[in-house]
Nanobody, 126 residues
């Protein structure tokens, strides 16, 4: 049974940093597509970053490029999202997602991920 558990969210002032973690279990972590999404109240879920655990370059949405970094620790089956230079508009619920198929030629889409965590809240005050 696939399980994804996010942690690391919280409240921070604009310009600050947070690191989100996603502990994964129940699947072969080394050959999965992993992604971070976020959803603010009244807005659609937005793909933030994606990585294929078997290797390759990560993908970032334009809105976070240069500020966020997705990484992983295969030994711990854990995905990370380092968020720097946070802005008020980064405020959202952040979700970890996984899928055995990685559509690396397209932007990050929620419909391409079959497994989801419950999310962790990030609040950035200006």
């Amino acid at each position: 049974q696939v399980q994804l558990v996010e942690s690391g969210g919280g409240s921070v002032q604009a310009g600050g940093s947070l690191r989100l973690s996603c502990a994964a279990s129940g699947f072969t972590y080394r050959s999965y597509c992993m992604g971070w999404f976020r959803q603010a109240p009244g807005k659609e879920r937005e793909g933030v970053a994606r990585i294929y655990t078997g290797g390759g370059n990560p993908y970032y949405a334009d809105s976070v490029k240069g500020r966020f970094t997705i990484s992983q620790d295969n030994a711990k089956n854990t995905l990370y999202l380092q968020m720097n230079s946070l802005k008020a508009e980064d405020t959202a619920m952040y979700y970890c997602a996984a899928d055995p198929i990685c559509y690396t030629s397209v932007r990050i889409r929620a419909q391409n991920f079959g497994y989801w965590g419950r999310g962790t809240q990030v609040t950035v005050s200006s």
